[in-house]
Structures are given as structure tokens and as C-alpha cells.
């Protein structure tokens, strides 16, 4: 009966601390709202006086919040392409859908909050699509199929 915690509360504790540092000053923030299918991204952007930046989701680091290397860029593209990746520190607070959903979400958070801190930052993120908000939805079930398109097994005899 061995516990492995003291990686967990030494990383949350670091965590916790870079938050508070941000939250007790009051430290002007821009914020963003990405959607994308049922996820919701709330994105507040910080400048940073160090040349750091941190990306914290949900108040876990990127890469424990997003396994994968190819979600992490989908998270850090929109500050990518400006190169404005260690003048920000990024905050974001995700709600609903699965973890791609939500990669994208919080790019298109991070987006609207760099729009908001340099409107002239508009034209190269829409030139990289990055501003546009995917519409597309699950279709709905309907009666008389066994998903949203599925119908049942045709027999010839």
C-alpha cells in the first residue's frame, strides 16, 4: 500500500501558486470564449513580464489537461502563428464534450482573446482560419432508425 502523491500535490501546489500569483494582483486579463460541438472554453490571457509562458486548463498544466502532442498544437496555434507564445500566460476553463472538442474550443478562445488585447491581430489569425467558429452539431436521433441516418437491414427475400 504504497501512494504515489507527492508528484500530484507538488505539481497541483505549483499550479495553485502561478493561480494565485495571477489572481491576488489584480493583473489586466483579456478573455475569450471558444464552442466547438457541446464544449465550452472560457480563455483569459495574461502578459507576462518573464519571457514564460504557461497554459493552464482547468488548473492542470497542457500537457497532463491534453495528451497529445497534436492536441497541445491545435491549444497553442493561434499564439504559433502571431508568435506570441512566451509573451502570454493562458487560463482557460472548459466545460462538456470529448477532449478534441475542447482543443479546439479553447484555440478558437485564445483566438478571440488575442483579437481583443490587438484588433489588428484579426487579419493574420483569419488568414490561418483560426477565428471561425465550427457550427457543425451531432444530428439528432430519429424515430423508426437506429441512429441519426442509420435505417434497418434491407432483405432482398
Known sequence: MVK???????????????????SSVKVKYYEGIGRRKSSIARAR??????NKSNIIINNKPLKDYLPTVNLQ??????????????????????????????AQASSLGIARALIKYDSNLKSILKLHKLTTRDSRQK??????KHGARR???????
Do not use: C, Y
Open 73 to 102: 498544437r491545435i491549444v497553442e496555434e493561434p499564439l504559433n502563428k502571431l508568435k506570441l507564445k512566451d509573451k502570454f500566460n493562458v487560463v482557460i476553463k472548459i466545460i462538456g464534450g470529448g477532449i478534441m472538442s475542447q
Open 4 to 22: 504515489k502523491t507527492t508528484k500530484t500535490k507538488t505539481k497541483t501546489k505549483t499550479i495553485k501558486t502561478a493561480l494565485k500569483k495571477t
Open 151 to 157: 435505417g434497418q437491414q434491407w432483405s432482398k427475400r
Open 45 to 50: 490571457i495574461f502578459l507576462t513580464e518573464d
Open 139 to 144: 444530428e439528432r436521433k430519429h424515430i423508426g
